[in-house]
């Protein structure tokens, strides 16, 4: 079984006109339209039965449509667990991450860099503290981002000191801790009580570096993620099929960790 923890897709209406604006900046060509319909057929095809949908509140206005789409996509396919996303800059921002919960949305999504903040700015730690109160998980981009190519808002450091901020709250990093900062990753974050989610890592991190840091840091915090449609997850799945884990090992990775964390 594989669930995905770390997927993204648009509104049909805006699908297209997203996607092109995201494939040039990141200068990486999609595996899906950026649809729903499409992200699910594709999924099952790649043998993924469970995913799950990251939308990004890029602007304050855009929190309460959203999550309403969120809610609404989770209603109406079966494959998808959706989360929801606040902007740190809302004024409603509380209040809205209490609608999510209401609305049966499993978590949120923030990404400092399109959001423009730094993961360790105390003015937002009150939104931590609030996702903590409502056991809501938290998904963090961390390290390397393309529309932020000179500024790194969660690198390995700056998490660590969050998540000692508010130890309470439920941090998964994406990306194995941070694009590109792996180094910073062992030596900061590694046996922390940090989830790590493993999307986009294949191709960029060595097999001896994800092994070594799935060992030291505990299969039980590594959360099996593709990034779809930026990644495949054919592509994670080879990097995790030759790390030469044990099999308890990849089926918390693949789903059973993931199936603790949203209380599957």
């Not at 309403?68 to 740190?88: C, L, M, R, T, Y």
């Amino acid at each position: 079984m594989l669930i995905d923890f770390h997927v993204h897709a648009f509104a049909d209406l805006i699908a297209a006109k997203a996607m092109e604006k995201l494939s040039n900046t990141a200068k990486i060509t999609p595996c899906t339209n950026g649809t729903i319909a499409d992200t699910v057929k594709k999924q099952s095809e790649w043998g993924v039965a469970l995913s799950v949908l990251l939308p990004i509140a890029t602007k304050p206005s855009q929190q309460n449509t959203i999550n309403n789409w969120a809610a609404q996509v989770g209603n109406d396919f079966k494959e998808i667990i959706p989360f929801g996303s606040v902007h740190p800059d809302a004024d409603d921002a509380l209040e809205e991450l209490e609608r999510i919960k209401a609305l049966g949305l499993k978590g949120v999504k923030l990404h400092p860099d399109y959001q423009g903040f730094f993961i360790d700015d105390p003015n937002v730690f009150k939104i931590y503290k609030k996702c903590a109160e409502l056991s809501l998980p938290v998904v963090f981009h961390a390290g390397f981002d393309a529309v932020s190519p000179d500024v790194i808002h969660a690198t390995p450091k700056a998490s660590l000191n969050a998540h000692k901020a508010v130890p309470e709250m439920t941090m998964i990093l994406a990306h194995m801790g941070g694009v590109r900062c792996w180094d910073d990753v062992e030596r900061f974050l590694v046996g922390e009580d940090i989830y790590f989610d493993i999307s986009f890592i294949s191709g960029e991190i060595s097999s001896e570096q994800a092994k070594r840091i799935i060992k030291k840091h505990g299969a039980d915090k590594i959360l099996f993620a593709s990034d779809c449609p930026w990644s495949c997850p054919l592509s994670e799945i080879r990097l995790v099929e030759e790390l030469g884990l044990s099999e308890a090992e990849k089926e918390m990775i693949y789903y059973k960790n993931a199936q603790k964390l949203l209380g599957l």
